[in-house]
């Protein structure tokens, strides 16, 4: 027994929503665009499990997401397991076993609900959170990389998503550029936090030996051109130097198959989940700062390269006209059943009514019907 007060039948926890109509509508119809898109590129659907086995989901590169997962036990066996934050471990580790033996590039793509712990982002307060995604497995190469960009790109366009910038980043560049010149171990955290704020006051303060690279690289972020036209005129050690040619590799395999796309560089910034081991992305809506979506580069369990996009639809599907609704008729109990269902083929929702008359037509207004169908005949509901 506690002395809490009985809970409003509303409530539900912190981060977790009801999505009404239209926002269920669009964001189902939208989902189904986006997959519809993917499935022309042949990326074709999986669908792994809500729940996994908390030693094998937070293996390999699941591993950086225990913090972001609810743990629930198996009453059945008393194992652990891990509602899943994240859907792209899951690839990664179907890759590795049940789809190991599938002709290779292996590309998927997935639509499905996640819980995180925290909220994604600052500005978010959602805590079950969907995900609709690709990931191009076996290639290792810039031409990977710049066809989950391109496609990403393809499907917000079908949505309508219009404005949006795809930001490139490198999450090991920076703690490698940090090993290879000998930064001890005892600074980083300061700088690491200096260089996330972008502070440059602080980077120079805490950045040593270097100070004036890391203060030429918070100052080439920006447009991917001027980026690495500014990248590439740098000193750099041979590991950080390898990972940013990568980067600039990548800029140019995207250019030559989607030269228009708004394309910025970022090289000292490592948002994002932990895993990635390479040329990242972030997606935004020209003067949004939620993300609609990240990707990027990492290995799958048994090491194999891969590279993938998952957007947000809870995010994407605030920027986008609400669906529209089918237009309604309301079915008189006499309507014709050949008529409605030539009706419900044509697109129409035929709405089951109870009353005839007078009454059938107050129904159908207070239903948001537009016609009455009674037989064959149909009357406008005026
Ligand atoms: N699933 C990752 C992004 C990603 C997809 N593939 C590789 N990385 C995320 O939501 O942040």
New binding site residues.
Partial sequence: MTDDPPLSPALLPSGFVDLLTPDARTEAEGVATLMDVFASHGYDRVRPPLMEFEETYLAGAGASLAEQSFRVMDPDTRRMMVLRP???PQIARMAATRAGGAARPLRVSYAGTCVVVAPVAAEESGRQVM?T?I?LIGPDSPQADAEILAVGAEALERLGVTGVSFDLTMPPFIPALLEEAGIPASSRPALLRALDRKDAAAVAEHGGALSTTLTALLESSGAAEHAVARLTGLNLPPRARAILDRLVDTVAAIRESRPDLRLTVDPVEFR??KY?TGVCVTVFATGRSEELG???R?LCNDNEPA????FRPDVLFRLIPAAAPRKRVYLAPDADRAEAARLRAQGFATIGGFSAGPQAMEDARRLGCDFVLSGLARTDVS
Avoid: A, K, S
């Fill in positions: 994240d859907i792209t995900q995604g990931e994002g989940w990635h990240r990707g990027g990492y590279c993938g996009l998952t």
